[in-house]
Each structure stands twice: as C-alpha cells, then as structure tokens.
C-alpha cells in the first residue's frame, strides 16, 4: 500500500515561490505516471502537471510557464516547483498517479495560500 506525504506549502505573497515535496512509501511510485493535483474551496480537483517515469512532464494551462514538476525515483519523491504564484493558485495540493486511471490513497495534501 502506497502512501502519500505532501510538504511545503504555506503562506506567500504573490509573485512569490515554493516547492512542494511528495514523498511517497513503497516501491511503484517509480513505476507509474505521478501528478499534482489542487483543489480550490468550492471547486473540483484538478490535474495541474504530471511526470512520466522517464521525465517527460505535462502541464495544465495554469501552471504552464510558472510550474515546474520533477520527480526522483531513487528517493521516492515528487516536487513542484511554484513560481509567481498567483492569489488563484490557493489550493490545498496533492500528488498523486497523474494518468487517466489509477490512483493511490490520497495523502492530506499541503495548502497553498497566496495572498498579500
């Protein structure tokens, strides 16, 4: 049974940076297509990048040009990369299995808030 540790997050003001972290137990995560994920108060959630096994990352038109997703599978771990953040950009964040189908057990994810 995998499980999801997300990190990093906080209170910033826009224009402002973080990085979240994901550390994940267990020995698939480095086999499988990882993604962060946020969800906005009263909105669904969505898909913001994800990462192949191989490196190859896929942005949502969001975070394209501000994000910068990376994984290291000898440490089992998942970042992203928060740069200019934007008041839209407060979420709670998680990662997760960035395909179509298949997901672990969801951490309890990391909050985000962005604001002066």
């Known amino acids: 049974q995998v499980q999801l540790v997300e990190s990093g997050g906080g209170l910033v003001q826009p224009g402002g940076s973080l990085r979240l972290s994901c550390a994940a137990s267990?020995?698939?995560?480095?086999?499988?297509?990882m993604g962060w994920y946020r969800q906005a108060p009263g909105k669904q959630r969505e898909l913001v990048a994800s990462?192949?096994?191989?490196?190859?990352?896929n942005y949502g038109d969001s975070a394209k040009g501000r994000f910068t997703i990376s994984r290291d599978n000898a440490k089992n771990t998942l970042y992203l990369q928060m740069n200019n953040l934007k008041p839209e950009d407060t979420a709670v964040y998680y990662c997760?299995?960035?395909?179509?189908?298949?997901?672990?057990?969801w951490g309890q994810g990391t909050q985000v808030i962005v604001s002066s």
């Open positions: 990462i192949t096994t191989a490196g190859m990352t």
């Open positions: 267990g020995s698939l995560f480095r086999l499988v297509v």
């Open positions: 997760n299995i960035g395909a179509v189908v298949g997901r672990f057990p």
